[in-house]
């Protein structure tokens, strides 16, 4: 890294909390090295509380932009210039583009997941699906897989500050798309079993299984689940959560966050160079497995 910071190297963040877990900079960094690009590539811990100031700091310091993780996600778009369409459409941004002075944001989250699925050959398109959440990740998933052709969706969220977020999500999903989206009480065990039951793939869309939370789920027992279920969870850090350890244990296939992490970053990757991603070369070069 040494060798290659020049004068001339700009900047991109990672603005989040907590964020020392994130394995975006060592995949951004190896990506900017492979492709010559001269950017170098840092993790903040910015949480509600700095996020103004940070996100001036883009301005400040010209920095080519930032990726954006919770809890900033859903806050973060009172900050900047412009939104992308899907953005606008899903009310979170993981990425900020600077362009001379204007910050857009862009979310890459649900793109990034749709495309780790097809990655591991597994297709969701006219089928049903469960996921719990309805924070930024959870939101663009919720959207983009929408978009990209579910048939029905069924959404648990808590009757918590993000529940009015799930009620806008379904409806969204229910007025501009062909998909058919429930909203049910995360606390309803009873529904989310026969939600799930019902169901092609099963999403956590949450921090659920992630420190401080390790070893939790909100699964109970493996009786929610079945060998044909495909399980998929956003955390990556772990990598195997109590939820998918549980999973893999009856037969289930299993997705950790790693895929999304990487197809995400990519993506992000391409809006701040105009390059793709060497996804096999990182795949290879970082052990990442999902």
């Known amino acids: 890294m040494a060798e290659r910071i020049t004068g001339h190297t700009e900047l991109i963040g990672l603005m989040a909390y907590p964020i020392r877990h994130s394995s975006s900079p060592a995949m951004q960094n190896e990506a900017f090295s492979k492709m010559g690009f001269d950017y170098a590539y840092l993790a903040f811990e910015v949480d509600n509380s700095n996020l103004e100031d940070a996100v001036q700091s883009i301005r400040a310091l010209k920095m080519r932009g930032s990726n954006v993780s919770m809890p900033n996600k859903t806050v973060v778009h009172k900050y900047l210039d412009?939104?992308?369409?899907?953005a606008e459409l899903t009310g979170a941004v993981n990425t900020i583009v600077n362009d001379n002075g204007i910050l857009t944001g862009h979310i890459t989250d649900g793109t990034g997941f749709m495309a780790a699925l097809r990655d591991n050959e597994i297709d969701i398109k006219g089928k049903k699906i469960t996921i719990v959440g309805a924070g930024g990740a959870a939101t663009a998933i919720e959207i983009q897989s929408a978009l990209d052709g579910v048939?029905?969706?069924?959404?648990?969220?808590?009757?918590?500050?993000?529940?009015?977020?799930?009620?806008?999500?379904?409806?969204?999903?229910?007025?501009?798309?062909?998909?058919?989206?429930?909203?049910?009480?995360?606390?309803?065990?009873?529904?989310?079993?026969?939600?799930?039951?019902?169901?092609?793939?099963?999403?956590?869309?949450?921090?659920?299984?992630?420190?401080?939370?390790?070893?939790?789920?909100?699964?109970?027992?493996?009786?929610?689940?079945?060998?044909?279920?495909?399980?998929?969870?956003?955390?990556?850090?772990?990598?195997?959560?109590?939820?998918?350890?549980?999973?893999?244990?009856?037969?289930?296939?299993?997705?950790?966050?790693?895929?999304?992490?990487?197809?995400?970053?990519?993506?992000?990757?391409?809006?701040?160079?105009?390059?793709?991603?060497?996804?096999?070369?990182?795949?290879?070069?970082?052990?990442?497995?999902?």
């Open 82 to 86: 412009k939104l992308s369409p899907a």
């Open 151 to 290: 048939a029905e969706m069924s959404v648990f969220n808590r009757k918590d500050e993000f529940w009015e977020r799930a009620e806008r999500n379904v409806k969204a999903i229910n007025e501009k798309t062909n998909c058919n989206a429930k909203l049910f009480d995360l606390d309803n065990l009873e529904m989310l079993k026969s939600e799930i039951a019902a169901s092609c793939l099963f999403v956590n869309a949450t921090g659920m299984g992630m420190k401080p939370l390790e070893g939790q789920s909100y699964i109970p027992d493996s009786s929610y689940l079945r060998p044909d279920l495909v399980v998929a969870d956003v955390v990556y850090s772990p990598a195997e959560t109590a939820l998918l350890k549980m999973a893999k244990e009856i037969g289930c296939k299993c997705m950790n966050g790693f895929g999304m992490m990487l197809f995400q970053g990519s993506a992000a990757f391409e809006l701040w160079t105009g390059k793709p991603m060497p996804i096999e070369y990182m795949k290879e070069t970082l052990g990442i497995k999902y």
